[in-house]
C-alpha cells in the first residue's frame, strides 16, 4: 500500500492550493481518508477526512475548526485519490501535511498516530 501525496508549495496569503492524496494497493471504498498536518514545534493535528463508501451512508467530511468554511476535502475513486482543496490560506496553515487512512474517521480527530497506511509529506508555506 502506498499513499503518495503532492500539492504543496509556497502561496500568499489569501491564495488557495490544492493537495492531492494518490493511493495504491488499497479500495478507497474500505477506509477514511484525509490529512494531518505538522508545523513547528506543534503537535501533529487531524485538518480533515472523508469517509468510505460502505453504500449506506452518504459522503461524511470531518474538518478541524480552523479548516471549516476554507478547506474542502473530496474523493475520485475512479482515480484512487482524495484531494483538500485549501482556500484562503494564512500563515497559521503552514506546515507539513500527511495524508492517512484508516478503517475509522475517528482516527483522525481522536488520534495523531497509529493511523494504519500514511504518506510521505507535503510542504505548504503561507507567506508573502
Known amino acids: 500500500v502506498q499513499l503518495q501525496a503532492s500539492g504543496g508549495g509556497l502561496v500568499q496569503p489569501g491564495g488557495s492550493l490544492r493537495l492531492s492524496c494518490t493511493t495504491s494497493?488499497?479500495?478507497?471504498?474500505?477506509?477514511?481518508i484525509g490529512w494531518f498536518r505538522q508545523a513547528p514545534g506543534k503537535e501533529r493535528e487531524g485538518v480533515s477526512c472523508?469517509?468510505?463508501?460502505?453504500?449506506?451512508?452518504?459522503?461524511?467530511?470531518y474538518y478541524v475548526d480552523s479548516a471549516k468554511g476554507r478547506f474542502t476535502i473530496s474523493r475520485d475513486n475512479a482515480k484512487n485519490t482524495v484531494y483538500l482543496q485549501m482556500n484562503s490560506l494564512n500563515p497559521e496553515d503552514t506546515a507539513d501535511y500527511y495524508c492517512?487512512?484508516?478503517?475509522?474517521?475517528?482516527?483522525?480527530?481522536?488520534?495523531?498516530?497509529?493511523?494504519?497506511?500514511w504518506g510521505q509529506g507535503t510542504l505548504v508555506t503561507v507567506s508573502s
Open positions: 494497493g488499497l479500495t478507497l471504498d474500505n477506509y477514511a
Open positions: 492517512a487512512a484508516d478503517g475509522s474517521m475517528t482516527s483522525f480527530y481522536t488520534r495523531n498516530s497509529g493511523l494504519r497506511y
Open positions: 472523508i469517509n468510505g463508501n460502505d453504500g449506506i451512508n452518504d459522503v461524511l467530511a
